[in-house]
C-alpha cells in the first residue's frame, strides 16, 4: 500500500513538472489567470538564458 | 479554487517527502496549470454533451489552448474573475459552435476567420506583467503562433472544402477568440499605460 501511494506521488509530481516545462516554454496558460511565475520556473526553460 | 486544490496536492506530496519545503510554491504553480488545463476541459466537454457537440467542443478546446499558450492575450486579474469569464467563454464559444452547425452559416464564419487570423498574426505573443518574456522569445514564440495559426487555418479551410464543417466551426471559433483576447489585452495595456 506505501509503494502504491509513493509512485502515486512520483507520478503526480512528475505531471506536475511536465506542467511547468511546459509553461516555462510558452507565452502563457491556457486559462484566463496567470498567477504570477516564481523565480523557479527559469529552471524548466529549454534555453537557459 | 482551483489555487486551494494545487496547494492541497502540495502538501499531500510534501507529506511524502516528494517536494523539498523551498520547491513548494513552484509545484503549487505546475499543479495549477495543470489542474486548471483539465478543468476547464471538463467544463468544454460537459457543455458539449448539453449542447450535442461533444467532438466539436474537444476540438475547439485542443486548438485554442494550444493557440492561447503562444500567443498569450488578456488575463483576469484574480482567480474567481478567470473562472467566470473563462467558464463564460467556453460556453458562449460551444454554443456559437453548435449555432453555426444548426444553421450552416458559411459566410460568417469564413470572414471571421479571415478577420481573427489577421489580428493574431499583428498582435502576437502578447505576454503579461505576471510573465514577462524577453525579446529572444518573443520571437521565438511568434514563430510558434504563427505555425500552429496556419496549421489551424490550413485545418478549417480543407475540412471546409471536404464538406466537414463540423469540424471546420471548431477551428474558427478558437481563432476568433484568441483574437478577441489579444484584441481585449492589447487595450488594457494600451490604458494602463495612459492610467
Known amino acids: 500500500m506505501k509503494n502504491i501511494k509513493m509512485a502515486a506521488a512520483k507520478a503526480a509530481k512528475s505531471a506536475a513538472e511536465s506542467a511547468l516545462k511546459r509553461n516555462a516554454n510558452s507565452t502563457t496558460c491556457g486559462a484566463l489567470y496567470q498567477p504570477k511565475a516564481p523565480a523557479g520556473l527559469n529552471r524548466f526553460k529549454n534555453k537557459q538564458k | ?195
Not at chain 2, 486551494?4 to 502540495?10: G, N, R, T
Not at chain 2, 517536494?19 to 510554491?25: G, M, N, P, R
Not at chain 2, 472544402?161 to 476568433?176: A, K
Open chain 2, 1 to 195: 479554487m482551483i489555487s486551494k486544490l494545487s496547494e492541497k496536492a502540495v502538501d499531500v506530496l510534501s507529506v511524502h517527502n516528494c517536494i523539498a519545503q523551498e520547491e513548494k510554491e513552484l509545484y503549487v504553480y505546475g499543479f495549477f496549470m495543470l489542474f486548471s488545463k483539465a478543468f476547464f476541459l471538463l467544463l468544454t466537454v460537459i457543455y458539449g454533451v448539453l449542447f450535442g457537440v461533444v467532438l466539436e467542443s474537444v476540438l475547439f478546446y485542443i486548438t485554442f489552448t494550444v493557440l492561447r499558450s503562444y500567443a498569450g492575450g488578456v488575463h483576469a486579474s484574480k482567480e474567481r474573475t478567470c473562472t467566470i469569464c473563462t467558464s463564460l467563454a467556453m460556453l458562449l464559444c460551444v454554443a456559437a459552435i453548435r449555432g453555426c452547425v444548426k444553421l450552416a452559416l458559411i459566410a460568417v464564419p469564413l470572414v471571421l476567420l479571415v478577420l481573427s487570423t489577421i489580428c493574431i498574426l499583428i498582435l502576437s505573443p502578447l505576454d503579461s506583467a505576471e510573465k514577462r518574456l524577453m525579446e529572444e522569445e518573443k520571437k521565438e514564440y511568434r514563430k510558434k503562433t504563427y505555425r500552429i495559426t496556419t496549421l489551424i487555418v490550413s485545418a478549417a479551410i480543407l475540412a471546409l472544402i471536404c464538406g466537414l464543417t463540423r469540424l471546420f466551426y471548431p477551428c474558427v471559433t478558437s481563432l476568433m477568440l484568441e483574437s478577441l483576447l489579444l484584441v481585449a489585452g492589447k487595450a488594457k495595456g494600451v490604458l494602463s499605460e495612459r492610467i
